[in-house]
Each structure stands twice: as C-alpha cells, then as structure tokens.
C-alpha cells in the first residue's frame, strides 16, 4: 500500500510528482498560482464574514412582508375614504407626544396607511425617531415606536439591518461588513479566472490524466458554475455595499463629490444667505417654535408641494430646522420608478423657494439611487427579494462548497487528498519583476481606496511568504541532514 505524505509536513524527501508540484508556478504561471493560492486562502479567511453577511442579507430581504405582519396594527387601518386634514392628524401626535414638535411628517401614503409623525428624542440612536402612528380618517393614535433612517425601518427590520450591517455591535462591528464586501468582488473575480482556467486546461489534458473523484468533481463543478451564473449579482452586492461601510464608504463619497455625481439638494435660505452647517446630532434637534408647531401649516406646505412637482405618495414633510430657514418636501418612495424631486417651502408667502427635480438629476445621482434601493429589495418590489433571496442562497452554497472543497484537499498526513493542495507558497514574489510591480502598483491603489481589504491582503502576502520560504529552507535542510547521517553510519 502507498501512503502520500505531505511534503509540508514530512521530514522524509518528496515524491517526485509532489516534488514537481512545488514548481508549478514556474511551469504554469506564477500569476494563475498566486489567484489561485489567493482565491483559496482568501476564501477560508473571508468565508464566515462572506456567509453571515449572505443569511443575514438574505433575511433583511423578506424583512418588509415581516415588518408588515409584526406591525399590521401601527402601519395599517381599514381604508379610509375621506382622511381628516393633515393638521389634525399632526395635532393628535403632538398631543399624544406632550406637545413636541415634529422633525417630519409622512402623510399616509395609501387609503390603508397610517401617517407617520417622527419626533427627535435626545435618549435614541443617530438616526433614530420616537414615530406616532395616526389614523388618518379619526386621528387615533395607533402606536407609539422607534423607527430609523429615512426607510423608516421599524424595531425588528432595524435589528437585521444592524445585524447586516455590523452584527450590532455597533461602529467595531462594521469592519466585518466592510471585509465581506471588499473581499467578495476579488474572490468572485479570482474564481471566474480560474475556472476559466480550468476548462481551458481540461480541454487540453483531458485524454491525458484522469477525471478526479465523481464527488469532488460535483463540488468544484457546483461552487464554479454558480459563482460564474452569479458573477454580476456579486459584483453588484460588492459595489452597493461598499457605499455603506466605514472607510471606503468614505473614500466613494469623496470621489463621488469630485465628480459631481452626488444628487442636488434644495436651498433652504429665506434670506439669501446659505444655512449653517447642522452638527453630527443635528437628526436629533428638536423644530424651533413657531410656524413649525402650528399644525395649520402642514395644510398650507402639502398643498404648495402637490401644485408642484411633488407626485410620488410618500413624501417627507420637515418643517425649517431653524428659523428663517424653509420647510422642505421630499420624495421618499424606493420603488420603481423611484423619484427624489423635492421643494423648499415658505408657508407665510405660499410659494416654492428651491427646487430639485429627480428628472434634472446626473445619471450618476439616478443610479446611485436605483442600485441602493435594488440592494435593499426595495427598487422592484417582490421580483427584488427574490433575486436577493436567490443570491444569497448561492453565495451561501458558494462558501459551504468552498469549505468541502478545502476540507477535501486539506493537506492530511497519509491521505491521497494531500495531492489536492493549492499552489505552493510564496508563488507571488517568484514571478518575473515587471509582472510582480505591476501587481504591487494596483494592489496599492486598489488598498488605498479600499484600506481593509489593502491591509488584510499585504498581511497575507508577508505571511504566505514568510512561511513558505520558512519551510522552504527547511525542505532544504532534509537532504543535508540525511546526507551527514549517511556519511557518518558509512564510517
């Protein structure tokens, strides 16, 4: 019986066939072993952020039908055919609220929906508001809850968002989000190189070496197919995501201002001079008094918004965050076709004093909308969730399969799967320099604008070759030593 050892792990002198395996980056090209070395490595590493972010991602998508069954009573009322005033419905939440002033207000957008009036609470979050629910057709007050963000999201879609976002353990968190994306682009684009590779090299070794084992064949098979069917949806994910997280989220913003590709935004001056820039915790600051806590002047600033070009049923009607400043209405809507036209509104002269069109805006500013909303499952509805939902189906089965993959060429002492192991370490610094520099050049840019994925992929070259050439020298000291104790036993 023959018994295959790892050359990593033996002292004894390898094969001849593991032993030409361990220069396969010259005869096969150093930059295939490097994506191959790096898409396998890089998925062991990055596959729990990848998965969690998949069935966490997955969850959010179906989160709406959920928010819908769990909050039935907050967020609908039997149809109402002829809805009291705005006033009166802000009137009952602030009475409900102690008198607060609202920070905005959206009116119900269906004859089944309820109006929301957000109110700033020093106790919350960033981002947080304490919601009244009102009946539109009785002014009952329906519930009393703490949403976020402009989507509104309630307690539980909150905390699956969070738990997406950075498994709500807050700002820390958010560094396995940001890894998640930042690796899924590289490892989706590594995968379709080498499995392009794979069928170019089987077409041409195949009446010469044996097919492998039927069930590794299925997994490589398996994880190669839906990572190539689901290569745009990865891509996409990648790129959306990336506009959330910590440091490259930065990063595009900047980039995305250079280029004026950010969506313009309405004045809300009176007196022709810009306002003051808002603090961080300028979300959570209460409406000065005034107009703003006169309900009578939600009728007035709804019904100027509807003579314009505010037609979308959700809006967002904020009064002036400070005074001498202009109410403002904003479509919020996400679905298709998805607008954000808005107007400034001065209440006491009854006319729009700025205005920002969503037809004028920059493609960029459009798409930037439209692919945020897709990555929510917001931008088409049912057909959005379920392609998300497929999505991460397969992205989880993608990492699942890695990992049988892996466990199946994991270099075990004794065993036949020891012959499935990856390319050799430090495959990178052992390809020709013009290829290693210019290699090194992109990774530098790409890690400039994406620091966590330059950061973690810089660690992986040192210590992939750190180790290699340590076992290296020490594969090389095996001979010698056998050499010497042959000598010596000789005299």
């Given at each position: 019986m023959t018994v295959l050892v790892d050359p990593e792990n033996s002292t004894r002198p390898a094969p001849p066939d593991i032993a030409s395996a361990a220069n396969a980056p010259e005869s096969r090209g150093w930059f295939r072993s490097f994506?191959?070395?790096?898409?396998?490595?890089?998925?062991?590493?990055?596959?729990?952020?990848?998965?969690?972010?998949?069935?966490?991602?997955?969850?959010?998508?179906?989160?709406?039908?959920?928010?819908?069954?769990?909050?039935?009573?907050?967020?609908?009322?039997?149809?109402?055919?002829?809805?009291?005033?705005?006033?009166?419905?802000?009137?009952?939440?602030?009475?409900?609220?102690?008198?607060?002033?609202?920070?905005?207000?959206?009116?119900?957008?269906?004859?089944?929906?309820?109006?929301?009036?957000?109110?700033?609470?020093?106790?919350?979050?960033?981002?947080?508001?304490r919601t009244v629910f009102v009946n539109p057709g009785t002014g009952e007050i329906r519930g009393d809850l703490t949403t976020y963000g402009s989507s509104g999201a309630l307690p539980m879609r909150t905390w699956i968002s969070?738990?997406?976002?950075?498994?709500?353990?807050?700002?820390?968190?958010?560094?396995?989000?940001?890894?998640?994306?930042?690796?899924?682009?590289?490892?989706?684009?590594?995968?379709?190189?080498?499995?392009?590779?794979?069928?170019?090299?089987?077409r041409q070794t195949a009446p010469k070496k044996p097919r492998p084992a039927p069930g590794r064949a299925r997994t490589v098979w398996l994880h190669g197919t839906t990572g190539t069917v689901m290569l745009a949806a990865f891509l996409f994910l990648s790129a959306t995501?990336?506009?959330?997280?910590?440091?490259?989220?930065?990063?595009?913003?900047?980039?995305?201002?250079?280029?004026?590709?950010?969506?313009?935004?309405?004045?809300?001056?009176?007196?022709?001079?810009?306002?003051?820039?808002?603090g961080d915790h300028a979300s959570h600051t209460q409406a000065p008094a005034g107009a703003a806590s006169d309900p009578a002047a939600y009728d007035t600033v709804q019904r100027i918004a509807r003579a314009d070009i505010i037609t979308a049923p959700m809006v967002d009607i904020k009064p002036p965050a400070k005074a001498g400043t202009a109410w403002t209405v904003t479509e919020s809507g996400r679905e298709w076709p998805a607008t954000a036209s808005a107007v400034a509104i001065d209440p006491d002269a009854g006319k729009v004093t700025s205005r920002a069109d969503f037809k004028d805006f920059g493609l960029a500013a459009k798409l930037t909308r439209w692919t945020i909303a897709a990555h929510m499952g917001l931008l088409f509805g049912l057909p959005n969730q379920l392609v998300l939902l497929a999505v991460a189906a397969g992205l989880s089965a993608m990492v699942v399969w890695g990992y049988v993959m892996w466990w199946k060429r994991r270099p075990t002492r004794g065993s036949a799967w020891a012959m499935g192991r990856p390319a050799p370490r430090g495959a990178f610094v052992r390809g020709h320099w013009a290829g290693v520099l210019a290699a090194m050049t992109a990774m530098l840019l790409v890690g400039m604008f994406l620091p966590l994925l330059g950061w973690s992929l810089l660690a992986f070259i040192l210590l992939d070759t750190a180790i290699g050439e340590a076992k290296r020298r020490r594969r090389s000291s095996v001979p010698e030593a056998a050499s010497d104790r042959s000598e010596a036993l000789s005299r």
């Open positions: 994506v191959l070395r790096l898409h396998f490595y890089a998925g062991i590493l990055a596959g729990p952020f990848l998965l969690i972010a998949a069935v966490s991602g997955g969850i959010y998508a179906i989160a709406p039908q959920l928010e819908q069954a769990v909050y039935a009573k907050e967020l609908h009322v039997p149809a109402v055919a002829t809805p009291l005033p705005l006033s009166a419905q802000v009137k009952a939440a602030m009475d409900s609220a102690g008198g607060a002033t609202p920070v905005t207000v959206r009116p119900a957008p269906g004859p089944e929906d309820t109006t929301r009036v957000l109110f700033a609470d020093p106790s919350l979050g960033e981002s947080e508001y969070n738990l997406h976002r950075s498994l709500n353990l807050g700002e820390p968190g958010r560094i396995y989000s940001e890894l998640a994306a930042s690796w899924l682009w590289v490892v989706a684009l590594g995968g379709l190189v080498l499995w392009i590779d794979r069928i170019r090299r089987r995501g990336l506009t959330w997280s910590s440091h490259a989220g930065d990063n595009i913003t900047v980039l995305r201002t250079s280029l004026g590709w950010l969506a313009p935004t309405v004045s809300t001056s009176l007196d022709g001079k810009p306002p003051a820039a808002a």
